[in-house]
């Protein structure tokens, strides 16, 4: 095997470097560059819980589960009042859109509303039976033989005329 | 202060540090490590192995389902968040197809650094897509850093697979510790912001019967019921996610971890129905060809040929 960029800082009898060590030396600046740069990158995203994919916090499971939890839903509002719960589609990149229900508070007016008809339109429904939406956050208690959750209150975050 | 010549990995020498900090010490044996010289077949491996990873994650995935997602719901911020909130399923696609035909390039050893440039970028691209719901997206985040650094990789030529070099030899490694510092941060996190009681507590018990649908999940329930078998299995993952470094930075461990995480993330998958494979892919993908004897390939433990297609 040839051991190319192995050696460094030899200088041939012309007093000229060789190829190889420039080639090595050069190599080993983007070595450590690349390396250190990513990690870096890594390390800093993670201290800084950045979340900016690539760049995440990489948060996997990392607080403590208890029997204790909450739910958001989102439900619609037919002219007579009757609520029914909006289900949107299992697929992963419509149903994660759920981790937006409890920022539409925050949101203005009018992104409140082209979300609201948004998550209609994906769930199926037709926004022109519906008088308004809203955003249920359910506290519950997991009982942990049955699994069941007993619900012990809902709070209403936010109800969207339509 | 230490005066002899400190041997590297490869067996050359280097002058001794001038001082005799452990630290300073310790960041030169990691440079050494990181960029003395290495064969070109254990870079083809990886680089190729990686570049299947990416290829499998494009063609098991119907990227139009990002097209369906309406513009108002695309949210989360991300390296392409500048695009359009709403792109056409043909542009997802194509991208997709794109980014196979650079895999291609790479298992071809045509232009197999612009192959695996154009396969990462359309794979970063699409997994940024397909996360924009508004939740971050851990499932293929490992494969992007791993793929981020052998971007970089100058691949060699044909021919070049016995030759040794600093060219060939960083990039393998800063994929190892890519690997490395991401499992090491995904335990640091558990412990930053739940402390010993993640491991220690019912925690385990409570996600395995808060989880959804999974293969399994009967199962996961069973173990969810059995206080010793679920601190066990926390424990375990746990300490995994938090010894990587260890188990990466020697030889005859690599395999191991990668087996390890393999029988981790399954678990997860039966259990919770959560899908890590990419992870675990690239684990093997990196960690395997890296457990390997210096002068030994991937293929030389079967009996129809190498990667790098050596006889």
Redesign the interface.
Known sequence: MRDAGASSGERSDDGTVQVADVDGRRERRIARAVTWGTLGVVLLGAAAEIEAWPVTSFRLFSTVRTADGATTSLVAIRPDGSQVTVRLPDDQVLATTSHQLVDLRHQSAHQQHAEAVAWLHVAGLDPDDYVAVAVDRSAWTMDPVTREREVHGTTRLVEVPL | MTTTPAPTP?G?TTPAPADGGRVARFVRGI?AR????G?GFRLLEVHTLVALVIGLRLVARDWS??A??????T?????VSWLPPHVPDRFLVALAVIGVGGVGLVVARRRAQLGFVVAWTAY?VL??L??S??????ND?MT??VG??LL?A?VPRRGQD??????FG??P??AL??LA??YW??G???L???GI??AL???M???L??GGDAPASGLG?WV??HVLIAGALATGALLLELTAPVWLAWRRTRAPFALAVAVMHTSIWLFLGLDYSAWVLTAAAVAVPMSLAPTRRLGDFRGFGTISGRG
Do not use: Y
């Not at chain 2, 949210?75 to 390296?79: E, K, N, S």
């Not at chain 2, 016995?162 to 060219?167: C, H, S, W």
């Open positions: 490869t050359t440079d990181l960029t003395a010289p064969p389902a990002i369906e997602r309406p513009a108002a719901l949210d989360g911020l991300t390296f970063a997994c940024a397909w996360g719901s508004g939740k971050v997206m851990h985040v992007v850093w981020f650094v970089f100058r016995d030759e040794r070099t600093v060219a960083w990039p490694r800063a510790a890519v510092v991401v941060l995904t640091v996190q558990k930053r912001h739940s009681e993640w507590s019912d925690n018990s409570w996600i019967r808060q329930h969810a019921d």
